[in-house]
């Protein structure tokens, strides 16, 4: 229910049979959050990192018809070509930019993506600009490579928006790259047009590229909000690298399917490297994506509906939980308040877990500057939101800080 990724231990490193590289892997304090919660009864979980929803039945039809139809082999190493050809079609659309199929990767989840365009970029002398609090993949892999990694911090009082002249002048001689996530994990923050073109443009003038992580891009809670992509916002695809995935628009999590989308030049070598990787993600499940992107988009704006409501109720609720500052998030299904300056999220969370039931990450699994934080997650029912911050609220109240 948590995102692998975001329990892993780096205990291992430190076994002679590995290489010194596995200790960029970080111990987040998640796994002692969730081993505590597997041993306790009645827990509610505001910790989860995949939708709630079932999979439409339409995408689980197209699912089972390729396995009965005998479609198990290997694809082609960029993709399925159908679904290439859909995802040229409907990207190119949906960011008014044309785009080929020769401009995709398929990829075993955006995870894979960003492993590919990660490792196969950082290299010790190349510095990536990371935001701070973001999702916990990109460091460790930046790291295990030898690249370097200079923070920028985002804050709950400006809905942890990134300022991008902060971007821009944090880009130094030894910069090579800088990672966005928006809609962010776990913040929720969307980065709007102006700071996305002036960082992307800005970035391609020094020689610079940008990573985005776009998994949530169809995830945007405020009514009509549209979506700024870097592929949209971007003069050429020279410079940029978008990662996304079925795994949340769709809740396909467990099938495993992503992309990414960059110049022809950088998908052709990347498309090597996918090879010696994974080879290709799984055939049926491409079959699956195949599916969603024809289908109807009526099931993408029923969940966004709900997590919507969610998302409205959970600001309220925030807003009313002593000792607990919000902000209104803009996409993904997340909030990242923080307690009062520094207290330490980890032991909190463990005590509110072990005394409430209920579960939420602390903060220090998203980064170095926000250890007083915790991501509260809305994939889950109204009903079982109300109840966790009904145990909450009266817990946090007798607390001292
Ligand atoms: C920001 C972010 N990127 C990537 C992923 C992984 O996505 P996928 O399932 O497509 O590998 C997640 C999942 O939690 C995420 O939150």
């Known amino acids: 229910m948590v995102n692998p ?4 231990q780096g205990d291992q490193a430190e076994s002679p049979l590995f290489s010194p590289s596995l200790q960029a892997i970080p111990m987040p304090g998640i796994r002692r959050m969730i081993n505590t919660a597997a041993g306790m009864d009645d827990v509610i979980h505001l910790s989860i990192g995949q939708p709630d929803f079932p999979t439409p039945q339409p995408i689980i039809e197209a699912h089972i018809d390729a396995l009965r139809e005998g479609k198990t082999g290997y694809t082609m190493d960029a993709g399925l070509p159908e679904l290439l050809s ?6 190119s659309k949906r960011y008014d930019r044309e785009l080929t199929e020769d401009n995709f990767l398929v990829t075993t989840g955006a995870t894979e993506a960003m492993y590919l365009a990660l490792t196969a970029t950082a290299a010790p002398g190349r510095q990536f600009i990371v935001t701070d609090p973001t999702f916990l993949l990109y460091a460790p892999l930046i790291r295990m490579n030898g690249g370097e990694i200079k923070v920028i911090p985002t804050r709950p009082e400006h809905g942890h928006q990134v300022d991008p002249q902060e971007v821009i002048d944090a880009i130094g001689m030894r910069t090579f790259a800088i990672v966005l996530n ?3 994990n776990p913040s929720g923050a969307v980065y709007p047009r102006e700071t996305i073109e002036a960082i992307v443009q800005e970035a391609a003038y020094r020689g610079v590229y940008v990573f985005a992580d776009e998994v949530y891009d169809h995830i945007l809670l405020d009514e009509d909000m549209e979506f700024p992509s870097v592929i949209n916002c971007a003069s050429d695809l020279d410079h940029v690298m978008s990662v996304s995935s079925f795994s949340k628009t769709f809740s396909m999590a467990g ?7 960059s110049s022809q030049g950088a998908i052709k070598k990347l498309r090597r490297y996918h090879m010696f990787t994974t080879t290709v993600a799984s055939t049926p499940a491409q079959w699956a994506g195949v599916a969603a992107l024809q289908g109807d988009m009526a099931c993408v704006d029923d969940m966004n509906a709900e997590y919507r409501r969610r998302r409205d109720r959970v600001v309220e609720l925030v807003s009313e939980t002593p000792h607990l500052t919000g902000y209104v998030p803009q996409g993904a299904f997340y909030i990242f308040p923080s307690l009062p300056p520094r207290t330490d999220a980890t032991d909190l969370s463990l005590r509110m877990l072990r005394e ?3 579960c939420v990450i602390p903060g220090d699994a998203f980064g170095d500057t926000c250890g007083n934080a915790i991501r509260i997650s809305f994939s889950n029912s109204m009903d079982n939101i109300e109840e966790a911050f009904a145990r909450m609220q009266p817990w946090l ?3 001292s800080f």
């Open 255 to 261: 099938f495993r399917i992503g992309w990414m989308i």
């Open 5 to 8: 990724v975001e329990m892993e």
């Open 356 to 358: 409430t039931g209920v």
């Open 397 to 399: 109240a007798k607390q």
């Open 182 to 184: 928006s809609p962010s």
């Open 86 to 91: 859909e995802l040229a079609r409907y990207y």
